[in-house]
C-alpha cells in the first residue's frame, strides 16, 4: 500500500530564503505526482504535476523534481514571499492497475515571515 | 479561468439525515473525483466517476455513499444515513482524462452533530 510522507510537517522562514519541502513515497511504481497548495479553509490549488518519466518541473518560482526509483520528490521554492505561507501537499497516483486516486501526504505547513 | 464550483460552502446537518454534496466539474473534463479530509488528517480518496460510472472506489465509500451525475454539469456525492465520523471537508475534483492533473473544488464543510 503507497504511503506518502511530507518532512517537515511545519516551516517558518524569514521572507526572501529560498527552501525545499520533501515528500517521499514507499511505492517506486507511481504514474505521476503532483504538488498542491492548501489555504486554511480552502481547497486544493494545483501547483506542479511531474510525470514518472520526468525529473523536473519549473513554474515561476517553484521548482519540483521527482527521483522515482529513491521514491522521493522535492519542491523548491526561491525567494519565499509572505504570500507563500500556506500547507504544501504532494500526492502520487500509482502505476498498477490503472489506478486513478491520487495518494496524499499530510503536507508541510509553511510560514514565511515579513 | 474555469474552476471547479462546491455547494455548499458548509452543511450541518444531524446524525442519520441524508445529505447531497453538489460539484459542477470544469466543463470539458471527463472524469470526476471525491475525497474527503478529516480535520487534522490526510486527504483521502473516495471515488472516482467516467462515463457514467463509477471507476474505482476506496473502502471508504461504502453502501451509504453514492454518486451520480444528474445532468451535464452537475456531480453529486450523497450520504444516505451521516454518521458523526463523515463530518470532514468534501473536495470534488475533475479531470481531462485518466491519470491527468486533477483540478480541485473549495470544498464543502459537512458538519455531523
Known amino acids: 500500500k503507497q504511503e506518502v510522507t511530507q518532512i517537515p510537517a511545519a516551516l517558518s522562514v524569514p521572507e526572501g530564503e529560498n527552501l525545499v519541502l520533501n515528500c517521499s513515497f514507499t511505492?517506486?511504481?507511481?504514474?505521476?505526482l503532483q504538488w498542491f497548495r492548501q489555504d486554511p479553509g480552502k481547497g486544493l490549488t494545483s501547483l506542479l504535476l511531474i510525470q514518472s518519466s520526468q525529473r523536473e518541473q519549473t513554474s515561476g518560482r517553484l521548482n519540483a523534481s521527482l527521483d522515482k526509483s529513491s521514491g522521493r520528490s522535492t519542491l523548491y521554492i526561491a525567494a519565499s514571499q509572505p504570500g507563500d505561507s500556506a500547507t504544501y501537499l504532494c500526492?502520487?497516483?500509482?502505476?498498477?492497475?490503472?489506478?486513478?486516486?491520487?495518494?496524499f501526504g499530510k503536507g508541510t505547513k509553511l510560514t514565511v515571515n515579513p | 479561468e474555469p474552476e471547479v464550483t462546491q455547494t455548499p460552502s458548509h452543511q450541518v446537518t444531524q446524525m442519520g439525515q441524508e445529505v447531497i454534496l453538489r460539484c459542477v466539474p470544469i466543463?470539458?473534463?471527463?472524469?470526476f473525483y471525491w475525497y474527503r479530509q478529516i480535520l487534522g488528517q490526510k486527504v483521502e480518496f473516495l471515488v472516482s466517476?467516467?462515463?457514467?460510472?463509477?471507476?474505482?472506489k476506496s473502502e471508504i465509500f461504502d453502501d451509504q455513499f453514492s454518486v451520480e451525475r444528474p445532468d451535464g454539469s452537475n456531480f453529486t456525492l450523497k450520504i444516505r444515513s451521516t454518521k458523526l465520523e463523515d463530518s470532514a471537508m468534501y473536495f470534488c475534483?475533475?479531470?481531462?482524462?485518466?491519470?491527468?492533473?486533477?483540478?480541485f473544488g473549495a470544498g464543502t464543510r459537512l458538519s455531523v452533530l
Open positions: 475534483a475533475s479531470s481531462t482524462a485518466r491519470q491527468n492533473i486533477q483540478y
Open positions: 500526492a502520487v497516483i500509482g502505476a498498477q492497475g490503472g489506478s486513478e486516486k491520487l495518494v
Open positions: 466543463s470539458n473534463h471527463l472524469y
Open positions: 466517476f467516467y462515463n457514467n460510472e463509477i471507476s474505482e
Open positions: 511505492d517506486s511504481a507511481i504514474y505521476n
